[in-house]
Nanobody, 119 residues
Framework: QVQLVESGGGLVQAGGSLRISCAAS????????MGWYRQAPWKQRELVAA???????NYADSVKGRFTISRDNAKNTVYLQMNSLKPEDTAVYYC?????????????WGQGTQVTVSS
């Protein structure tokens, strides 16, 4: 069992930046990939960004060039740096972890952190 704890969400104005973090604990030997999903009211959940233990990254088209995912393997922590934020980035952001990027949705989930971008 892997436990994930997110932090760093909040309220920011459009054009601003925010960094959210996710710390993993427990059976972390099984975690090779970590990522961030988000879900806004009345919208489907979407994968925002993911990163493998080797550093391979995937991004949703909507955030490419604005968001950067990174991880500190020594701290079992993944970060999402969000720049040039837009009101449409407003959502609850969830951290996920699993053996590989393709199966992140079926792995462990954090409790979520709210990101609100005001116009």
């Amino acid at each position: 069992q892997v436990q994930l704890v997110e932090s760093g969400g909040g309220l920011v104005q459009a054009g601003g930046s925010l960094r959210i973090s996710c710390a993993a604990s427990g059976s972390i030997f099984s975690v090779n990939a970590m990522g961030w999903y988000r879900q806004a009211p009345w919208k489907q959940r979407e994968l925002v960004a993911a990163i493998s233990v080797g550093g391979t990254t995937n991004y949703a088209d909507s955030v490419k060039g604005r968001f950067t995912i990174s991880r500190d393997n020594a701290k079992n922590t993944v970060y999402l740096q969000m720049n040039s934020l837009k009101p449409e980035d407003t959502a609850v952001y969830y951290c996920t972890a699993n053996r590989n990027i393709a199966t992140l949705a079926f792995g462990s989930w954090g409790q979520g952190t709210q990101v609100t971008v005001s116009s």
